[in-house]
């Protein structure tokens, strides 16, 4: 399984992600492709997003944590590795 949540992406890689995934909001992609497509899609989006795009890609592997985490560009969440554990930084609310 894929996840994409992107801020914008190209047209182009709108159309192409649209082959494989759906899109129940804007410029948010789930697919359950099998994990050799999944590294290749992971693959071109990263080649082909600029950072702009502000990608997040969560991908789910076979092997423990059974999940890998990308950013690419500017997007509003941080990732951070933690004994081997990607994990994702959300704001504490001040009170």
């Given at each position: 399984?894929?996840?994409?949540?992107?801020?914008?992406?190209?047209?182009?890689?709108?159309?192409?992600?649209?082959?494989?995934?759906?899109?129940?909001r804007a410029n948010v992609f789930v697919?359950?492709?099998?994990?050799?497509?999944?590294?290749?899609?992971?693959?071109?989006?990263?080649?082909?997003?600029?950072?702009?795009?502000?990608?997040?890609?969560?991908?789910?592997?076979?092997?423990?944590?059974?999940?890998?985490?990308?950013?690419?560009?500017?997007?509003?969440?941080k990732i951070a590795l933690i004994d081997?554990?990607?994990?994702?930084?959300?704001?504490?609310?001040?009170?």
């Amino acid at each position: 399984m894929v996840v994409v949540i992107a801020n914008d992406l190209p047209p182009a890689v709108r159309g192409r992600m649209k082959l494989w995934f759906i899109e129940p909001r804007a410029n948010v992609f789930v697919s359950g492709i099998k994990d050799s497509v999944a590294t290749k899609v992971v693959k071109y989006l990263i080649n082909n997003c600029p950072p702009s795009s502000g990608l997040l890609v969560l991908q789910r592997i076979n092997t423990p944590p059974f999940y890998k985490i990308w950013g690419v560009g500017d997007t509003s969440k941080k990732i951070a590795l933690i004994d081997g554990f990607q994990l994702i930084f959300e704001k504490i609310a001040q009170e």
